[in-house]
């Protein structure tokens, strides 16, 4: 029976909608920057380190079919059509056997994808993996020969705000394009791109087509691919987002290693930022860090000693100002991996090692059950846990039965309006933790259903 994908389900089961305010948090940076000392030094060219990187990167281009559903047709019962679909981005080789990291956006539902280097030959290339939570794809290139020319990925972390940065990409689709610019701010949170992302920020221009593309750093190296931008005009205003190479090595790593999925861990808490009256509340000189509101039993943080109420204000040195923040810095570590957590608990700070490990429970969702009986016959539902949750998208905290599939025709859906996605929090006031609970719903029952993350009664009529 068909089922809806995890892609399908993910916006749809997500806590909270995006706030409109984003943040950039300190990282940890090194001290021997130098601004330039005279005029020749000012009329200094970028010229060797776009002839060291420039080579690596790549045009990618992609050619798919979608069903799409013309609205005037489907009147007098015409179904779906089949049409041509095209993307075109960029992408950089990372290593010499052909591996090409792009954005996952540039290659999602292409079944066809070309890569041409930047001295014009072309490659077939297939995906080895594809994570859409940090919007990266890694490629390998078929047919390749002989060694290809790479970038180093430094996911040192070592960026300074006002750095001098180069995007190298194909906006517009009109070819290889270099473009300068600074960082503008780093480890930048809530910016509505991903739940888990810390970006980094230039003004150095990103246009439509540079998706997948170069961020480099003055020594040639890749320091982040470049993602999204801000613009009302659909073109680059000096507002550019790159995935943090740190990130970007976590997915290649895990592609060359043979996995099929990016296994993020977790540290099992989650918290709100701190606020300048919780700042004062809690004595604080200023606001920073997170403080918890939750900790999950058993899980990484709790066995750590971490408790409600500690505010987190940092992660091995880097720090942490949202739920987001904390997110990226665990996410790119490595399961069972130990990790310094500084915090303050009464006012004093500590230090704690946790051992962040993968996320409990099951995340395939082919495993969802047919409810066969009442009022929600014929629905499929799966209990959610956290790493079904995290996989969707959505808080690896949140209870209750997620909806995979609610037949148009059924009773469900035309009698109760239940949808694909929703989950279900509680029948008559009691909460719901299984599927089980579902089996034999009767007329007259209340619903409460959560629905792109809010919340609501329904009624079974």
């Given at each position: ?60 281009s992609g050619r798919g079919v979608q069903q799409v559903q013309d609205p005037f047709w489907s009147m007098f019962g015409q179904g779906p059509r089949s049409q041509q679909v095209g993307s075109v981005g960029s992408g950089v080789i990372v290593r010499p056997d052909g591996v090409v990291v792009t954005n996952y956006h ?261 495993k969802a059950a047919v409810i066969d009986a009442a009022a929600l016959a014929g629905v499929q539902a799966i209990t959610l846990n956290p790493a079904l949750a995290d996989r969707l998208g959505g808080d690896p905290f949140a209870n209750g039965v997620i909806l995979v599939r609610v037949d148009p025709r059924s009773y ?46 329904l009624l079974a009529r």
């Amino acid at each position: 029976m068909k089922t809806l994908t995890a892609a399908a389900l993910a916006l749809t089961l997500a806590a909270c909608g995006q706030p409109n305010d984003s943040k950039a948090q300190d990282g940890v940076f090194a001290d021997n920057r130098i601004v330039p000392g005279d005029a020749a030094a000012m009329k200094s060219s970028f010229a060797p380190v776009v002839r060291t990187a420039a080579p690596a990167v790549v045009n990618v281009s992609g050619r798919g079919v979608q069903q799409v559903q013309d609205p005037f047709w489907s009147m007098f019962g015409q179904g779906p059509r089949s049409q041509q679909v095209g993307s075109v981005g960029s992408g950089v080789i990372v290593r010499p056997d052909g591996v090409v990291v792009t954005n996952y956006h540039v290659i999602n539902g292409m079944q066809e994808i070309k890569v041409v280097l930047n001295d014009r030959r072309e490659f077939s290339a297939r995906v080895i993996l594809a994570d859409e939570r940090s919007d990266i794809a890694v490629l390998q290139l078929e047919g390749v020969s002989e060694s290809l020319p790479v970038l180093n990925i430094d996911d040192r972390e070592e960026q300074q705000i006002g750095d001098l940065v180069l995007a190298i990409g194909n906006p517009f689709g009109v070819g290889q394009t270099v473009t300068n610019g600074i960082i503008s701010a780093l480890n930048r949170t809530e910016t509505g791109i991903s739940d888990s992302g810390s970006f980094i920020q230039t003004d150095a221009a990103i246009n439509p087509g540079n998706s997948g593309g170069a961020l480099v750093d003055m020594d040639g190296d890749l320091i982040g691919i470049n993602t999204a931008i801000f613009s009302r005009s659909g073109t680059s205003a000096g507002v550019g987002f790159a995935v943090p190479a740190s990130m970007v090595k976590r997915v290649v790593d895990s592609a060359v290693g043979g996995a099929r999925v990016v296994v993020r861990p977790w540290l099992g808490v989650k918290g709100d930022s701190v606020s300048a009256d919780i700042a004062r509340s809690l004595g604080l000189e200023r606001p920073q860090g997170i403080i918890i509101t939750d900790v999950y039993a058993g899980g990484p943080g709790a066995r750590a000693g971490i408790r409600e109420g500690d505010v987190i204000t940092a992660i091995d040195g880097a720090e942490i100002n949202d739920q987001g923040g904390l997110n990226f810095r665990v996410g790119t570590r490595e399961p069972n991996q130990t990790v310094q957590v500084s915090i303050l608990r009464d006012g004093r700070p500590q230090t704690i090692d946790a051992r962040v490990q993968t996320l409990p429970g099951d995340a395939d969702i082919e495993k969802a059950a047919v409810i066969d009986a009442a009022a929600l016959a014929g629905v499929q539902a799966i209990t959610l846990n956290p790493a079904l949750a995290d996989r969707l998208g959505g808080d690896p905290f949140a209870n209750g039965v997620i909806l995979v599939r609610v037949d148009p025709r059924s009773y469900a859906r035309r009698g109760i309006g239940l949808q694909s996605g929703d989950v279900v929090l509680a029948v008559n006031e009691r909460p719901v933790t299984t599927v089980g609970q579902l089996s034999n719903i009767q007329r007259g029952a209340r619903l409460t259903v959560q629905r792109r993350g809010q919340q609501g009664i329904l009624l079974a009529r």
